[in-house]
């Protein structure tokens, strides 16, 4: 127990590192502007109403689950803002019947980070990720699923380039 304790200590004592390998800094609040949804101006994607909604709740959520950081609305110490640029449903594979076999939802997302008490960690990059599905299964049947697999894999990697200092 001792043992335990003394470990947590240390642990604790080592700076803004929490168990996820996020480095804070200094920073105490984050904030994620609404990104919009321009996925409808990108050749072959199409929209889906809500997106934009559901993608900002979910890498507001990301960030709340994996730091001690404060969600506020304006002025904050990190700041997330971007816009959804490409949703597209796109055949993977096909059948002898000249069907697809399988599709791909592939989501991207370009993304604006900046990091007012360490600005050399400022950047903007797209992050895209897909999911598989059988061909045979409409969209509307899977995009919870699929949405949920993307969104996370997106935000993970949104996290690791702005916040794991390695």
């Known amino acids: 127990m001792i043992f335990s304790l003394s470990v947590f200590a240390l642990l604790m004592g080592c700076g803004a590192?929490?168990?996820?390998?996020?480095?804070?800094?200094?920073?105490?609040?984050?904030?994620?502007?609404?990104?919009?949804?321009y996925a409808s101006q990108s050749p072959g994607s199409v929209f889906d109403p809500g997106l934009d909604r559901d993608y900002t709740?979910?890498?507001?959520?990301?960030?709340?689950?994996?730091?001690?950081?404060?969600?506020?609305s304006s002025n904050?110490?990190?700041?997330?803002?971007?816009?959804?640029?490409?949703?597209?449903v796109s055949p993977m594979t096909a059948t002898a019947e000249q069907r697809a076999a399988q599709n791909r939802l592939t989501i991207t997302v370009n993304v604006r980070f900046y990091n007012n008490t360490k600005e050399d960690t400022n950047f903007e990059q797209?992050?895209?990720?897909?999911?598989?599905?059988?061909?045979?299964?409409?969209?509307?049947?899977?995009?919870?699923e699929a949405h949920r697999e993307i969104f996370e894999r997106i935000n993970q990697d949104i996290f690791t380039r702005s916040l794991a200092d390695w």
């Open 57 to 72: 709740l979910s890498l507001q959520d990301l960030i709340l689950n994996q730091t001690s950081l404060d969600l506020v």
């Open 76 to 88: 904050g110490d990190l700041l997330y803002e971007g816009e959804i640029v490409e949703y597209r």
């Open 17 to 37: 590192y929490n168990f996820t390998g996020g480095d804070v800094g200094s920073a105490q609040t984050f904030q994620v502007n609404y990104f919009q949804n």
């Open 126 to 144: 797209r992050f895209s990720f897909f999911y598989d599905y059988p061909g045979s299964s409409q969209l509307a049947s899977v995009r919870d």
